[in-house]
């Protein structure tokens, strides 16, 4: 028969635990799974930053083309609305209240450049005179390239060959004022002056 052991006030023994070894062919396996996933991440986000950033440039291309034909507009609406002698605004400001007429608006408000980031107003713009000192057109400061570069409206064809969004002007030149010498003529004048 077995004898007893007595174990009375003794704790219970654990038996010692025992190392176990990795075989030698994974050793700092996790690590590198670990960079490799940092790093795809790493990639992915910086993807991430080239599409957003590029479809927020693309948003604010397509609203300087809608400002612009808004500013073309009304200065075409101001040129023809004249009766009698013709003219062009002298200043932006002129299509909010026309001096001309008592209650005549020919643009809500002032856009300001969306490709000018921070610049309000009308400052932003760049102002294209006509040569008897009106503002026949305006045109984006930014020297950055256009994503767009086909797909324009008929009236904006030209603005596929452009280099630089400053090369966006939108301009109204009525059929009478086309054939005075220099009428088509780029002379700019920056619009806080």
Do not use: C
């Not at 991430?48 to 200065?75: H, K």
């Not at 062009?88 to 002032?110: F, I, M, S």
């Not at 760049?126 to 797909?151: F, M, N, T, V």
């Amino acid at each position: 028969m077995r004898a007893a052991i007595s174990t009375a006030g003794n704790p219970p023994v654990k038996p010692a635990a025992v190392p176990r070894r990795r075989p030698r062919g994974q050793q700092g396996y996790t690590y590198l799974v670990a960079l490799i996933a940092v790093a795809l991440l790493a990639i992915f986000a910086e993807t991430q930053v080239t599409v957003v950033s590029t479809r927020l440039r693309a948003e604010r291309e397509a609203e300087l083309l809608f400002r612009g034909q808004a500013y073309r507009n009304a200065i075409r609406g101001y040129y023809e609305a004249g009766q009698g002698v013709k003219t062009y605004p002298q200043r932006l400001e002129d299509l909010l209240h026309d001096p001309r007429y008592v209650n005549k608006r020919h643009l809500r408000q002032l856009y300001p450049d969306p490709m000018q980031a921070g610049d309000p107003g009308a400052a932003g713009w760049e102002i294209i005179p006509d040569l008897d000192g009106g503002i026949r057109g305006i045109a984006s400061r930014s020297r950055d390239e256009p994503l767009k570069k086909a797909g324009f409206p008929p009236e904006l064809e030209g603005f596929a060959d452009a280099a630089n969004y400053s090369d966006w002007v939108f301009e109204y030149i009525p059929e009478e004022r086309k054939r005075l010498p220099g009428a088509g003529r780029r002379s700019t004048v920056p619009a806080d002056e």
